[in-house]
């Protein structure tokens, strides 16, 4: 396997920072990964490396405002939480689609990732999808009074008032790295709506749900309490094409683990048969036949060394 860096332009003309993972002996499947709120492009190298071992050409990318994509000479008040689907992972799709083009491109998305899916406006290039711990965030859909009051508080109140305190809102805040005031704030606003996408006004935003043809797995993590519960997942369930999307419910025990939470399904101590999971029913949906995992004692080495440092994105 070989790691890339590029950096490419957004339609806006924005800078995006990608890492692309060719297999030495690609199967003909490409993978696009789109992170979670505040989680750069690097806490999923270990997952990536284990895709392309199994022979998929994979891309993971920095939206704006993010890692390597921050631009210092832009104001963070400036960027918005809605271009990250409507920019940032429609350029990374089309790099993968140049680089590749006669394979079949399926996505991966973890939380906004998955969320973004619906703002893409060439989401009908992708053959399929699974997310993990993709939701709607309106406060609406926890399943609880006091689950409801607390993300209420939390999204209503304290975040903006974080926000215009810090300038930012900080990583501490919610895991991961900080956000830009931009980004925070308009998330905040969003978690307000039952709709969950707005515009600037403040009105629905328009999606490309419909047009997105591909089948969809969404998965929800049993303990994944406080950022995505099964009915937030499956309020996001809703908005695909229906038939189209199912909802898969996993526990940490079905994987022998005592805990995964929000974070944990992307970290080194995931067991690799969960990450064949994912792509095995990928690639089955993008009719692709992927070799078996033949990932040597050398390369999982290899991988653990580029573990994200403990203590960072933290598991809910």
Same mark, same amino acid.
């Not at 993978?31 to 979670?36: N, P």
């Not at 309020?235 to 199912?246: I, K, W």
């Not at 399904?265 to 990450?275: E, G, I, K, L």
């Given at each position: ?13 924005? $800078?995006? @920072?990608?890492? =692309?993972? #060719?297999?030495?002996? *690609?199967?003909?499947?490409? &993978?696009?990964? %789109?992170?979670?709120? !505040? ?50 992972? $429609?350029? @990374?799709?089309? =790099?993968? #689609?140049?680089?590749? *083009?006669?394979?079949?491109? &399926?996505?991966? %998305?973890?939380?906004? !990732? ?137 526990q940490p025990k079905d994987w022998g ?6 974070f944990g399904f992307f970290r080194t ?48």
């Amino acid at each position: 396997m070989q790691t890339e860096e590029r950096r490419i332009e957004a339609p806006d003309g924005h $800078p995006i @920072a990608v890492t =692309l993972f #060719h297999p030495d002996r *690609p199967a003909g499947l490409s &993978v696009l990964i %789109g992170s979670a709120t !505040g989680a750069p492009r690097r806490y999923y190298r270990n997952f990536a490396s284990h895709l392309a071992a199994r022979g998929c050409t994979v891309l993971s990318f920095d939206y704006r405002g993010i890692g390597d994509s921050i631009d210092p000479m832009l104001p963070g008040s400036a960027l918005r939480f809605r271009d990250w689907g409507l920019q940032d992972m $429609p350029a @990374a799709l089309d =790099l993968l #689609h140049e680089i590749a *083009p006669g394979h079949p491109i &399926v996505a991966v %998305g973890h939380s906004a !990732g998955g969320q973004m899916l619906g703002l893409l406006p060439n989401n009908d290039r992708l053959a399929a999808a699974v997310t993990v711990g993709s939701q709607l965030g309106h406060w609406g859909y926890w399943p609880s009074f006091s689950w409801r009051w607390r993300m209420r508080a939390i999204t209503a109140l304290s975040m903006p008032l974080t926000v215009r305190s810090f300038g930012r809102l900080p990583g501490i805040f919610m895991g991961g790295v900080s956000l830009p005031a931009g980004i925070a704030l308009e998330w905040a606003r969003w978690c307000g709506h039952p709709h969950y996408y707005l515009d600037e006004r403040g009105a629905p935003h328009a999606t490309t749900f419909s047009q997105m043809r591909a089948p969809v797995r969404l998965y929800a993590i049993s303990d994944d309490h406080f950022y995505a519960p099964a009915s937030a997942v499956a309020a996001l369930q809703r908005r695909f094409t229906p038939g189209s999307a199912e909802l898969v419910v996993r526990q940490p025990k079905d994987w022998g683990l005592r805990e995964v939470g929000h974070f944990g399904f992307f970290r080194t101590t995931m067991p690799r048969s969960a990450w064949d999971e994912v792509i095995d029913w990928l690639a089955a949906a993008a009719q692709v036949r992927l070799p078996a995992d033949t990932v040597s004692v050398a390369h999982e080495q290899a991988v653990q060394a580029l573990a994200w440092p403990a203590g960072e994105l933290n598991t809910a």
